[in-house]
């Protein structure tokens, strides 16, 4: 079946301008994450979805960056401002979380590569 | 807090050789841990998981709760290992995942 998708592949952007990524999860998934992905930094923890809860936002960085996931489906992330060091791949991620028990694995898109001049 | 450590930015062995990629974590709770692998131009992929307790592509891991390690082995490293592999660790039927710096491990013919 189809996977995680994120759009656009590729965004290049001016400093200061806003910028909207976009994460299709895999259906019935109820989990959905956004990383960031740096040289040098590893894959950061930004935010996470789960169902109906109210999201664990405590990964962002700053108030330029927020994300909201409508119907519990497609999430977008937005960077407002956005400055240099905004540049990064920011991968999402989904995942099925039914066990409550164990952590499920997570299934992650292609990524979104965000470079700002 | 929870906090994972590679601390090899870089491993590179030979084809045939052993290799470990280590990781040490710290949290205080039960934690869950993973290893994630990127192949060159494909996604992140989940690679094995600690309760699993299984052999992937000849990788085994071991949590040993004592050192808080959980690092990556294979006895005979091929080149087709040449990635970049991510530790990461989630507290036990959580969410919030913390990922490593991960470790680019480059196999040589």
């Known amino acids: 079946g189809a996977g995680v998708s994120q759009s656009p592949s590729n965004k290049v952007t001016e400093k200061g301008k806003d910028v909207e990524l976009r994460c299709d999860p895999i259906?019935?998934?109820?989990?959905l994450y956004w990383y960031r992905q740096s040289l040098g930094q590893g894959l950061e923890f930004l935010i996470y979805?789960?169902?109906?809860?109210?999201?664990?936002k405590s990964g962002l960085p700053s108030d330029r960056f927020s994300a909201e996931r409508t119907g519990g489906s497609v999430s977008t992330l937005t960077i407002q401002r956005t400055q240099q060091e905004d540049s990064a791949v920011y991968l999402c991620?989904?995942?099925?979380?039914?066990?409550?028990?164990?952590?499920?694995?997570?299934?992650f898109g292609p990524g979104t590569r965000l470079t700002v001049l | 807090a929870q906090r994972v450590t590679q601390p090899e930015k870089l491993l590179s062995v030979f084809k045939g050789a052993p290799v470990e990629l280590k990781c040490n974590y710290s949290?205080?709770?039960?934690?869950?841990l993973f290893w994630y692998v990127q192949y060159s131009r494909q996604r992140l992929q989940l690679l094995l998981r600690?309760?699993s307790r299984e052999s992937i592509k000849g990788f085994t891991a071991d949590l040993n709760k004592g050192e808080t390690s959980f690092h990556l082995k294979k006895p005979f490293a091929q080149e087709e290992d040449s990635a970049m592999y991510y530790c990461?660790?989630?507290?036990?039927?959580?969410?919030?995942?913390?990922f490593g710096a991960g470790t680019r491990l480059f196999v040589k013919a």
């Open positions: 991620a989904s995942s099925l979380a039914t066990s409550g028990i164990y952590t499920d694995t997570q299934y």
């Open positions: 259906s019935g998934h109820t989990a």
């Open positions: 979805f789960q169902g109906n809860s109210a999201p664990d």
């Open positions: 949290y205080s709770g039960s934690p869950e």
């Open positions: 600690h309760i």
């Open positions: 990461a660790l989630s507290g036990a039927g959580g969410f919030k995942t913390i």
